[in-house]
């Protein structure tokens, strides 16, 4: 079965992660499904917009799977500035979190155009609890809100609300869960009835102005992220959280009430 399900609305796609027993973690075949609807999607004149979310009220993304990094699956080192060419789309993507957006989650989100959220939803940037450094495309975070707020997020680890989230500007709008994807949609079908060179001017604009700093600390990243994993912190945890995830899971004393946990690339 697809780990992402793709339909259309008209002129906006709906794409959503199809992997809720694991809260839609990353995997590389994931990455690489998006990429290919995103490049598929932009060869039709027809689309105008394109929502992201994620299946079931958990999860829009709880990060990077930890089963396959702590197989060696995903390396921290190639870490993309892009996830699933979201940021070079041709068309906007806007993103429905419907729950957690941790790590790879938030590097999600953060890649889209604009962002939408439901009232349960969270985001948190957990890597530096887990002996590693945030993916570089959460980097895009400091152009999105302001400087001091990102690193209190990005150092800390600890998760935001969606109001939170709201109040900094890093999310558009918040609705109630049952309330969101349609909304967003919503709002996808407004973009896609402009004109289509005006939205694109608009896009390439503003794409250019948050990700352009990107590729000029690409190597500061690196040297960083280097220096990071050569204490090899990170595949102790990595596999000793993915080993404690899926006993929790498995247990039959496991309850919806346990928070959901999402450490990321």
């Known amino acids: 079965m697809s780990p992402l399900d793709v339909v259309r609305d008209g002129?906006?796609?709906?794409?959503?992660?199809?992997?809720?027993?694991?809260?839609?973690?990353?995997?590389?075949?994931?990455?690489?499904?998006?990429?290919?609807?995103?490049?598929?999607?932009?060869?039709?004149?027809?689309?105008?917009?394109?929502?992201?979310?994620?299946?079931?009220?958990?999860?829009?993304?709880?990060?990077?799977?930890?089963?396959?990094?702590?197989?060696?699956?995903?390396?921290?080192?190639?870490?993309?500035?892009?996830?699933?060419?979201?940021?070079?789309?041709?068309?906007?993507?806007?993103?429905?979190?419907?729950?957690?957006?941790?790590?790879?989650?938030?590097?999600?989100?953060?890649?889209?155009?604009?962002?939408?959220?439901?009232?349960?939803?969270?985001?948190?940037?957990?890597?530096?609890?887990?002996?590693?450094?945030?993916?570089?495309?959460?980097?895009?975070l400091p152009r999105l809100v302001p400087h001091a707020v990102a690193m209190d997020l990005l150092l800390g680890g600890r998760p935001w609300t969606a109001e939170q989230a709201q109040r900094v500007g890093l999310v558009q709008d918040v609705h109630a869960p049952e309330d969101l994807l349609g909304a967003t949609v919503a709002r996808a079908h407004d973009i896609a009835g402009l004109p289509r060179a005006g939205v694109q001017g608009v896009l390439d604009v503003g794409r250019w102005w948050r990700d352009h700093a990107i590729d000029g600390h690409q190597l500061a990243y690196q040297t960083a992220a280097r220096r990071v994993l050569a204490t090899g912190d990170y595949l102790e945890r990595s596999k000793a959280f993915a080993d404690g995830h899926e006993r929790r899971t498995a247990s039959p004393t496991s309850t919806s009430r346990r928070r959901p946990a999402g450490p990321c690339r």
């Not at 794409?15 to 598929?40: F, K, V, Y």
């Open 11 to 140: 002129p906006v796609a709906i794409l959503t992660l199809d992997r809720p027993r694991s809260l839609n973690a990353l995997t590389t075949e994931l990455m690489d499904r998006i990429a290919d609807a995103l490049g598929e999607l932009g060869r039709d004149t027809s689309v105008g917009a394109a929502v992201i979310t994620g299946r079931g009220d958990k999860a829009f993304c709880a990060g990077a799977d930890l089963k396959e990094m702590s197989r060696g699956g995903l390396d921290p080192l190639a870490a993309a500035p892009d996830i699933g060419g979201i940021s070079t789309a041709r068309f906007p993507v806007l993103a429905a979190v419907n729950g957690v957006a941790y790590g790879g989650g938030l590097e999600l989100a953060l890649c889209c155009d604009l962002r939408f959220a439901a009232t349960t939803a969270t985001f948190a940037a957990p890597e530096v609890r887990h002996g590693l450094i945030p993916g570089l495309a959460a980097t895009r």
